[in-house]
């Protein structure tokens, strides 16, 4: 129904920075909430970025400052820029959107598969 596909992961030095995207396809009707989380081996899965449909921002303490979240609603597609990057920011990231794929239905979250980021020191 619907797929989320992310991009950009890699493996960068500490205090370089990345770019992760996700692209979202499929029976989309709308996409409300867009939000990047992150999961480090050993560690439970953790929101990272969320952004409205209108915008709006928020941050996880840990990357206030360093990470900037964006979207673009006509393409359906989420960004997060990554800057100043630490050793501990090392982690699959994964999209998450809150979609409605008909006018009849409530909205849904749907994930992508993730991307790996790997920060050496």
């Known amino acids: 129904q619907v797929q989320l596909v992310e991009s950009g992961g890699g493996l960068v030095q500490a205090g370089g920075s990345l770019t992760l995207s996700c692209a979202a396809s499929?029976?989309?009707?709308?996409?409300?909430?867009m939000a990047w989380y992150r999961q480090a081996p050993g560690n439970q899965r953790e929101l990272v970025a969320v952004?409205?449909?209108?915008?709006?921002?928020n941050y996880a303490e840990f990357v206030e400052g360093r990470f900037t979240i964006s979207r673009d609603n006509a393409k359906n597609t989420l960004h997060l820029q990554m800057n100043s990057l630490k050793p501990e920011d090392t982690a699959v990231y994964y999209c998450?959107?809150?979609?409605?794929?008909?006018?009849?239905?409530?909205?849904?979250?749907?994930w992508g598969q993730g991307t790996q980021v790997t920060v050496s020191s």
């Open positions: 998450k959107a809150s979609v409605r794929i008909s006018p009849l239905r409530p909205y849904g979250d749907f």
């Open positions: 499929g029976s989309i009707v709308n996409i409300n909430n």
């Open positions: 952004i409205s449909r209108g915008g709006i921002a």
